[in-house]
């Protein structure tokens, strides 16, 4: 698999920016979408693995699903992985726009891994803005961004997931 380097001008044709450390993730936060859907459905949560695109909102389809109690998006997830250059981390914020605008007070939780994964790299330099400079811990009804280098276990990543569920849940029954 070809993958991209400083200076080459962006992804030419027969490239790819994908990693194998890219699909792990993705696959990861695939797998354990699908079984905390099955595991968390007596609560009366739904999963959709896209939003569809209307005439007022473009369609975004994060990793870890968009989840919804009732009519209501209440979480979404993604999994981003990236060297310290580039510019691939800032299409997270179309599907956080696109979320956002469908509840502004759904959480949204994002583990990114790589290089570019630090406070101080490409990952945490844009994503500052969004997170208030607050990395890995779960912020309520907000932007969280868990980021390691050298990635996460599955079961981390699912660990965290279910709390933001549990939470959210709990916020939206109890208010």
């Known amino acids: 698999m070809t993958t991209i380097t ?10 790819s920016a994908t990693t194998t450390e890219s699909l792990k993730i993705d696959k990861d936060l695939k797998d354990i979408r699908d079984e905390l859907c099955e595991e968390l459905r007596h609560h009366g949560i739904t999963m959709k693995k896209k939003i569809v695109s209307t005439n007022t909102l473009t369609a975004c389809q994060p ?18 992985k990236q060297q310290d250059h580039g510019n691939a981390i800032e299409r997270w914020y179309k599907n956080n726009y696109v ?18 994964a630090h406070p101080e790299g ?3 330099r ?6 208030d400079g607050e990395w890995n811990v779960y912020r309520e009804g907000k932007n969280s961004c868990w980021m390691s280098k050298d990635g996460f ?4 990543i699912k660990e965290q997931m ?3 569920l549990l939470e959210r849940i709990n916020f939206y029954k109890n208010t």
């Open 6 to 15: 400083k200076g080459t001008g962006g992804i030419q044709k027969g490239q």
């Open 63 to 80: 990793d870890g699903g968009a989840w919804y109690l009732g009519e209501t998006l209440i979480a979404a997830f993604e999994a981003k």
């Open 99 to 116: 979320c956002r605008s469908l509840n502004e007070n759904m959480s949204y939780g994002t583990w990114a891994r790589g290089e570019g």
């Open 122 to 124: 490409s990952i945490g």
């Open 126 to 131: 844009v994503l500052d803005i969004s997170h």
């Open 153 to 156: 276990t599955k079961e981390e």
């Open 162 to 164: 279910r709390a933001i």
